[in-house]
């Protein structure tokens, strides 16, 4: 089974940056892409950024030029860094690993990370 645990969320000031972390523990052959989703109360959890093992990434048009999404696929690691950060960036941010592959001739299965909150408030 795999887990994915969270890192670098927290209280930061309007224009501040903050650094999200996630690495997916257990025995993992490969992953085919993460990313990050965002979710705040009353709405339904969108998705913020995406790579691929590849290094191909997407990012929703809200925080395209603030945020920067990053992958180091030797330590199944994925990153976010979010920069000029705004009040409506306030969210619980989760991670996601999709297309997650224990050995090479198995299924393939996605994880979610509990969550991580980042509130952006003077």
């Known amino acids: 089974q795999v887990q994915l645990v969270e890192s670098g969320g927290g209280l930061v000031q309007p224009g501040g940056s903050l650094r999200l972390s996630c690495a997916a523990s257990g025995t993992i052959f490969s992953i085919n892409a993460m990313g990050w989703y965002r979710q705040t109360p009353g709405k339904q959890r969108e998705l913020v950024a995406t790579i691929t093992s590849g290094g191909t990434t997407n990012y929703a048009d809200s925080v395209k030029g603030r945020f920067t999404i990053s992958r180091d696929n030797a330590k199944n690691t994925v990153y976010l860094q979010m920069n000029t950060l705004k009040p409506e960036d306030t969210a619980v941010y989760y991670c996601?690993?999709?297309?997650?592959?224990?050995?090479?001739?198995?299924?393939?299965?996605?994880?979610w990370g509990q969550g991580t909150q980042v509130t952006v408030s003077s």
């Open positions: 996601n690993a999709d297309g997650v592959r224990l050995r090479s001739w198995g299924a393939r299965y996605d994880y």
